[in-house]
């Protein structure tokens, strides 16, 4: 199992990050092999919204001007058998840099499919006044349900919930990794384990 991380969190520390090393730990552990894409590592020009908004992307699969590494970055994730999608809230939204990878990947994705069926994972951290979270998650959603891919979790982690939620991506990525399937029932614990 390879799991990919697109990663729309500029910084190496704080809050996001220490919830996207949790969450890349749990696949690991889980047995995946974790591939994580910092996207500020790129200069991803955002959409040109070329030929008149159709561009040959909708068609093609590719986009015209991907030699920013775009073309790079969408093998990578198309190699996935599953995806983690991790960014701070801001304004309410994902980061820029997610929003305008995304905007450019879900325009290839019309004929290729190569996000169909599979499961992501939704992460979003909010470390301010922790609004916004919903905006952002439903945002991410909508990329999903655009490529048809498989919403497995959302996690919502803010700066009060951040010990409990921490768990949580690990556990998620764990159980991603595992090859748990969204929509299959699993054994309830007991209370208080
Ligand atoms: C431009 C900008 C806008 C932001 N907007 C929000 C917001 O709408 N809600 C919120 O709770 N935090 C907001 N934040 C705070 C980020 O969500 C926070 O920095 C992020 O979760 C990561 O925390 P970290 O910096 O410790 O990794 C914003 C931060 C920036 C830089």
């Not at 969450?23 to 955002?46: F, M, T």
């Not at 991907?66 to 960014?87: C, H, K, Q």
């Not at 982690?157 to 010990?163: C, E, G, K």
């Amino acid at each position: 199992m390879k799991i990919v991380i697109i990663s729309g969190n500029p910084k190496t520390d704080g809050l996001c990050q220490s919830i996207i090393a949790a969450a890349k730990q749990g696949a690991e552990e889980g047995g995946a092999v974790v591939d994580e894409i910092r996207l500020c590592d790129y200069q991803l020009s955002p959409c040109r919204v070329c030929g008149d908004g159709w561009g040959t992307c909708r068609e093609e699969n590719y986009c015209t001007y991907e030699s920013d590494g775009f073309a790079e970055i969408r093998e990578r994730v198309w190699a996935g058998d599953a995806l983690i999608l991790a960014t701070p809230v801001y304004w309410g939204e994902t980061s820029e840099s997610l929003k305008s990878f995304l905007d450019r990947l879900r325009r290839c994705e019309r004929n290729q499919s190569g996000l169909r069926d599979k499961p992501v994972l939704l992460i979003a951290s909010a470390g301010g006044t922790g609004n916004g979270l919903l905006t952002c998650l439903e945002q991410l959603d909508r990329f999903c349900r655009h490529t048809g891919a498989v919403i497995f979790d959302y996690i919502a982690i803010n700066r009060w919930n951040n010990d409990y939620k921490r768990t949580a991506a690990f556990a998620a990525a764990k159980a991603l990794a595992t090859g748990r399937q969204p929509g299959e029932t699993v054994p309830m614990p007991p209370l208080g384990r």
